[in-house]
């Protein structure tokens, strides 16, 4: 019950909402879930992350009758199959399996073709953070997580069956006029799953850009309270306004886009329910909810170097930082240029009907990032990755300002 109080608590501070925003459309449409989705087989790939798992505590409120969670984590495996347990939700008659599986690897492809036919597949896994645009390696894994492992599970998948199945794969708001390469490479993510399912076989493919989850997994928020328990310095860019749901409502939007969307559809929060949030005040309501007073630095020296007496007096260090590191921008947005949102007949819910970019641009993509990556005497760098990538992406405007998000507290 404790921390379930502190879990409202915090997405309260983030969101201003005590409830789902999408409880509604999840309770209107009860019936059409449980019709859509009793009996059915699910296939989760990265469903131990705090998404997929939202997502995964919804479904297992309905009737399916096998729910197979891929993840590379082993330990998040298991906390999700003891949360489950320990909540009561795991029914005796499901096929519930957790596996520590890479889901582009050889070992994931025996799994498929052993498992037989899934009625539904939801794919969580990515590299999602800003962060990744670190360096060359960390750019090319979070391509080949992203785009390339994508491109290649969509053939694996219309490949081992001749039954139709319904695709779900998680986006980014980032992914709308996309100004870093985490937004690009799900941009280029959603022209993948688009363009690449067989639609001979009535493969419906959805997707979902929602705001930043509040208190998820290597969030900033989320560090927020790591860097409570570790008595450091709490970091806020000044002048960024981002938009914020729950985890629970992450776990709803998934579900309605996965199972209920119209092919062709990225689902989005209807923009004048969520509200665009400035990060520095969020930070100072929740150091004084954690029982604290404030204080605020602006040089990262002074804000540790004050750590301990701050917190002897009462009070909590708050450490303003500049937006200037590579690929941010001061707020985030659903609908990209060019795209327009549409009604779908739910309350808080809409949908962008997907674009298509210029033909080949992807196929050309793919190639160009397979070389990147196999070929070890090839220069590469993250200018040649930009270019690539503006040529499915247009509208790319990457950031580069020679900072990265490593070097902030």
Known sequence: MKNNLLSNTLSYIATGRNDSLFKYDIDSNENNLHAKIDGKRFLVIGGAGSIGSSTIRTLVQYSASAIHVVDISENNLAELVRDLRGSNLLANELDFRA????????????????????????????????????????????IDTNVIKQARLLKWLQNSTQKAFRYFSVSTDKAANPVNLMGASKRIMEHVMFCGANKSIGVSVTSARFANVAFSDGSLLHGWLKRIEKKQPIPVPVDTRRFFVSLEEAGHICLLSGVLGQTGHIMIPRLSAVE?????????????????????????????????????????????????????????????????????????????EYLPPENGSVEAFICDAEAFIASVEQDVSKTKIVESMARVIPQLRHVETGKCLDERL
């Not at 520590?100 to 994931?108: K, L, N, Q, R, T």
Request: charged share 25%; glycine share 8%; proline share 4%.
């Open 99 to 142: 596996l520590p599986i890479d889901y582009g690897s050889e070992v994931f492809h025996r799994f498929l073709l052993d498992q037989g036919s899934y009625d539904f597949i939801f794919n969580f896994a990515a590299i999602k953070h800003v962060r990744s645009e670190k360096d060359i390696y960390s750019v090319l894994q979070m």
């Open 276 to 352: 665009l949030k400035e990060l520095a005040p969020i930070a100072r309501e929740f150091i004084i909810s954690r029982g604290y007073k404030l204080r605020e630095y602006s040089e990262e020296g002074c804000a540790l170097a004050s750590m301990a007496n701050d917190v002897s007096e009462g009070f909590y260090p708050l450490l303003l930082t500049p937006l200037d590191t590579s690929g941010e921008k001061p707020f985030e947005e659903f609908v990209g240029q060019g795209e327009h949102a549409i009604e779908i007949g739910m309350k808080e819910i809409l949908a962008i």
